[in-house]
């Protein structure tokens, strides 16, 4: 069994359906704690099936490696075998990279190298594709730019606005995501 850190920033619908596919006595991944960088709404889903979750504010740290050196013994203190990173939207230090290399995923809402960044749906339509998708890639010390593990096109509809293209994309990430931590369980996908 794959125990899996989730970190998020957000509303943490990706974490909602990790934690619905790990409800399946087949599935071959454990939710053990969630993260978080703030009071995230999504960390309810986590209490709602009795997941471990942390709290680590960088705003209370002198500087941003203290708060990462402070995240990682969260996370390491729970023994995942993967890290993901589920709409969690800081940066992450090299140190913390470094510390989990091999362990670490991040979801994106565009078909990276293209719009990498906090705003990759908008970025999508201001540029006027007719494509974009999703990306699961690993984490390097980069900003979206560690290797891609997988990718999935969506089309670009006539009159989408961020909203509607973003909560598209979001319905594949979900997914995409699950189907993608279940086959690093099963090491169909092997990270290192």
């Given amino acids: 069994m794959l125990s899996v850190v989730v970190l998020i920033s957000g509303s943490g619908s990706n974490l909602l359906a990790l934690l619905k596919a ?13 993260g978080s960088d703030k009071d995230a709404a999504g960390l ?3 209490e709602l099936f009795e997941v471990d979750t942390f709290v680590v504010e ?4 002198a500087n941003r490696d203290q ?28 140190s913390f990279v470094t510390a989990l290399r091999g362990k670490l995923i991040n979801t994106h809402p565009s078909l990276l190298p293209q719009f990498p960044g906090a705003h990759a749906v908008r970025d999508a339509l201001t540029a006027g594709v007719t494509k974009t998708g999703v990306t699961i ?5 980069g900003v979206d730019t560690g290797e891609i593990i997988i990718q999935q ?27 993608t931590v279940e086959d690093i369980a099963s090491r169909r996908i092997v990270l290192v």
């Fill in 137 to 141: 890639h690993k984490v390097d010390e």
């Fill in 67 to 94: 708060w990462a050196k402070t995240l990682l013994a969260n996370v390491l203190h729970h023994q995942p075998d993967l890290v993901v990173l589920a709409g969690f939207m800081k940066i992450l230090p090299a």
């Fill in 44 to 46: 309810a889903h986590a």
């Fill in 153 to 179: 096109e969506i089309y670009v509809e006539p009159g989408d606005t961020e909203q509607t293209l973003h909560e598209r994309i979001k319905v594949v990430e979900r997914e995409l995501l699950v189907s």
């Fill in 22 to 34: 790990s409800e399946n006595p087949l599935y071959p991944a454990k939710i053990v704690a969630v």
């Fill in 58 to 61: 960088p705003e209370r740290f």
